[in-house]
């Protein structure tokens, strides 16, 4: 069965320092999503892309973060300087279409720790 | 604007009892509808959707739901619950490109 890869599944990092995450949505999927889950709390979308470009990335925090999808397969998502406040799981989803009825696909998560 | 919420942040029940989670969502028009589960450290998975059609919607796991349009409401039960259901679960709504998570229940299943 098809899955979305996301790397790595853990990482602790320092204030002040870069990270990145890396996603790859099943094969034919359109639109991508990054979401962040706080512990307790429900997804939040970051950033949608449709194909290679941006749809949505109203509540990314562009001072620290930015979000890349340039083929339109993969994306890496990325943190500079990382916050105390960043800590969190990072999601990545892919679905067929951001207009379609279909769910979205979600991979294990990135588990970020910022000490 | 469309917002998703529900009510309990954590529930429990006895094994072999009715679950029943609720959702409640805010929108001029009808929305995708949708109940994720998320069990620890991994990613979320569809239980169950409403698109158009039979509003009573069968899911993974014995798990169903009904969209009530006139209470805006998209409840999940289950008539049994098993040790295996417990985990986190999420609403969520779709309307237009955008999809939106409510905040999740918990979902404790004592022995």
């Known amino acids: 069965e098809a899955e979305v890869a996301q790397s790595p599944r853990y990482k602790i990092t320092e204030k002040s320092q870069a990270v990145a995450f890396w996603c790859d949505p099943i094969?034919?999927?359109?639109?991508l999503y990054w979401y962040r889950q706080i512990l307790g709390q429900g997804p939040e979308l970051l950033v949608q892309f449709q194909d290679e470009s941006v749809v949505d990335d109203s509540q990314l925090p562009k001072d620290r973060f930015s979000a890349e999808r340039l083929k339109g397969v993969d994306s890496t998502l990325k943190i500079q300087p990382a916050e105390l406040g960043d800590s969190a799981m990072y999601l990545c989803?892919?679905?067929?279409?951001?207009?379609?009825?279909?769910?979205?696909?979600f991979g294990e998560g990135s588990r970020l720790t910022v000490l | 604007a469309q917002s998703v919420t529900q009510l309990g942040s954590h529930v429990s029940v006895s094994e072999g009892a009715l679950v029943l989670l609720r959702c409640n969502y805010s929108s001029s028009v009808p929305p995708y509808l949708f109940w994720y589960v998320q069990y620890p450290n991994q990613g979320l998975q569809l239980l169950l959707k409403?698109?158009?059609?039979?509003?009573l919607v069968k899911g993974i796991n014995g798990f169903e739901a009904e969209f009530k349009k006139s209470e805006t409401s998209f409840h999940l039960t289950k008539p049994s619950a098993h040790m295996s259901d417990a985990a986190e679960y999420f609403c969520a709504v779709k309307l237009g490109f955008k999809t939106i998570f409510g905040a999740g229940t918990r979902l404790f299943v004592k022995a």
């Open positions: 989803a892919s679905s067929l279409s951001d207009r379609n009825t279909g769910e979205l696909f």
């Open positions: 094969s034919g999927h359109a639109t």
């Open positions: 409403y698109t158009t059609g039979a509003t």
